[in-house]
């Protein structure tokens, strides 16, 4: 029987196609590095400056990787209004890699209240260090330095914490009622906080609510937490949970507090609740007939089994990679070598670096490693094709990364660079396919589309739509943005910003995308390309079969059955 790979067609410069295909293989510096450990990390600041004699900042942490010696941003802290000393509940999770060196960079900034963009903030100080001492001193302490290194009064403190075997999550619901009221015009506005008690007496910020405003009646949203952070799977571990009224001054009203257990939470698993007496112990003291300052309410505590990445890959799980190609005219004639398509014989092009850098990683996941690869924005010869396919109509895919590229030089010449930069059509194919794939309820197929494109898209409003309806499917959406554009309005199609909305107001239901622009990483190696845009993915997978309670298969299921391709 003919191999799919010996099916596709080759041109005469198929050999001079290798060479570029393993050009940027070897220039990506691909390598595969199992992870000694998760580690999680968080971070509270002490003595921040008032820049404003008139308010205080509200502080925000950047971490960065140092990668080839650039600063890549790996995650970011919610923004705490009016503190000098804030504690963030955000959590950063990396992996640590015994052999290498991780140089971190933590960045504070004070983020104005009329936007939260660290391009108009305010640069407060920054630390760096390695993961390799955080790690063996588990607390990290030292001050932020300003530009110059200059020593500032502000000292940055950071706890790391491995995470064990306990990958179990748990879902809790709390309201309260009847909550003593600090405001003279109005009520409280109260916001909850549940510290974890740790073996030397010191407390952990495990979860910090939504402030509920106007209300001494609040209904907090559900949240999920890792019982590795609850209670370190200690469940008569202490937790002090405490209770405040929010001011915009940052100077927030004690309302009262109380101690309880995961074992006491527990409780509440059966449908029943579990109640608090939140308690002020100075009026406990002073009032004579003092009883409590509210009633704190556990209405569900439901137990959520978390499977891992690899569970579902082992169970059988194959990730479909599709990939989508901008033929737009703004890419410049092919011909000429200030072309983003300019087909050099051994120096990948942008869109081949890309191409390469995250198929490589993703075709290990992929048994029949048969990539399908779209173009769209081109003329053939003379039809404007909103979407065609890069590979011959008789093979559905590409034999691996290789014959992606062997098939994108192939067609090349036989295209006119049109427009526009529609984007939604793409998504919209892909997203049928992984339709398809949510109706069988089994974790068989996870979908990642990769679209490679030179610049703003025309059709945003139908891309919003389409992402939209994507984020309910088992889907993840990957964007490169290749040369110099200004790619500032892309942004938004990323959720990390806030969560993306279609046209009519409806908002996505999971985190799908991920937007990069290409030269972020041009000096450095591209495989820090592969590894920030792919970084969300088993999260996004496990997530998506999470929450549709779809539980990964039995690997043994699949041992005898399976075949991969070589």
Not at 104 to 123: Q, V
Not at 317 to 333: L, R
Not at 389 to 395: E, G, H, K
């Amino acid at each position: 029987m003919t191999s799919p790979k010996s099916r596709i067609e080759h041109s005469p410069h198929t050999h001079t196609m290798s060479n570029i295909y393993e050009s940027a293989a070897n220039t990506l510096g691909l390598f595969n590095s199992p992870c000694l450990a998760k580690v999680e990390l968080r971070v509270t600041c002490k003595g921040i400056s008032d820049r404003d004699a008139l308010s205080k900042p509200d502080p925000c942490v950047l971490i960065k990787m140092q990668s080839h010696g650039q600063w890549l941003e790996v995650d970011r802290t919610e923004v705490i209004r009016s503190s000098i000393s804030p504690t963030f509940s955000k959590v950063f999770t990396v992996d640590f890699y015994f052999e290498e060196v991780q140089r971190l960079r933590y960045e504070l900034y004070d983020i104005s209240s009329n936007h939260n963009g660290i391009k108009e903030a305010d640069f407060l100080g920054a630390m760096e260090c390695t993961l390799g001492q955080i790690v063996s001193q588990r607390k990290l302490t030292k001050p932020l330095l300003k530009q110059g290194s200059t020593v500032s009064k502000s000292f940055i403190m950071v706890t790391a914490e491995e995470l064990t075997g306990n990958d179990d999550y748990v879902e809790l619901s709390f309201s309260a009622r009847k909550l003593d009221d600090k405001d003279f015009f109005s009520k409280s506005d109260p916001f909850l906080e549940i510290f974890r008690m740790n073996d030397d007496d010191t407390l952990q910020l495990v979860h910090r609510t939504e402030t509920v405003m106007n209300n001494l009646n609040p209904v907090w949203k559900t949240f999920k937490t890792s019982l590795n952070s609850l209670c370190s799977g200690d469940h008569d571990r202490p937790l002090k949970c405490t209770v405040w009224d929010w001011d915009s001054n940052g100077k927030h009203d004690y309302i009262g507090e109380y101690q309880a257990t995961f074992k006491e939470m527990r409780g509440a698993m059966d449908g029943r609740q579990v109640q608090w007496e939140c308690i002020n112990p100075k009026y406990q003291i002073k009032k004579k007939n003092y009883k409590n300052s509210g009633i704190v309410i556990l209405n569900q505590c439901k137990i959520i089994k978390m499977h891992s990445f690899l569970d579902y890959i082992m169970g059988g799980c194959q990730i479909q990679f599709t990939v989508a190609i901008d033929f737009t005219a703004s890419n410049g004639d092919p011909h000429n070598s200030c072309s983003l398509h300019y087909i050099h014989p051994y120096q990948p092009n942008e869109y081949l670096k890309a191409l390469v850098a995250v198929g490589e990683i993703c075709q290990d996941y992929d048994s029949d490693k048969m990539f399908p690869a779209f173009g769209f924005g081109a003329q053939i010869p003379v039809t404007v094709c909103v979407l065609f396919c890069v590979f011959p109509t008789y093979v559905y895919g590409c034999a691996g990364i290789q014959g992606v590229v062997e098939a994108y030089q192939t067609c090349l010449p036989k295209l006119q660079l049109y427009g526009p930069t529609n984007i939604a059509p793409i998504i919209q194919k892909v997203a049928s396919s992984a339709s398809q794939e949510m109706h069988t309820k089994e974790a068989m197929q996870y979908f990642i589309l990769l679209i490679l494109t030179d610049g703003v898209i025309t059709d945003m409003a139908d891309t919003r739509e389409a992402i939209v309806q994507a984020s309910h499917l088992p889907m993840s959406i990957i964007i490169v943005g290749v040369g110099s554009a200004d790619f500032s309005d892309m942004q938004m199609l990323d959720g990390d910003d806030g969560i993306l909305r279609s046209p009519k107001g409806e908002p996505c239901l999971r985190d799908i995308v991920q937007f990069v622009p290409f030269r972020n990483f041009k000096h450095g190696s591209p495989a820090e390309l592969a590894k920030t845009v792919l970084a969300e993915v088993p999260n996004q997978v496990v997530d998506y079969y999470n929450n549709k309670g779809i539980k990964p298969k039995v690997p043994s299921e699949f041992e005898s059955s399976r075949t991969f391709a070589p």
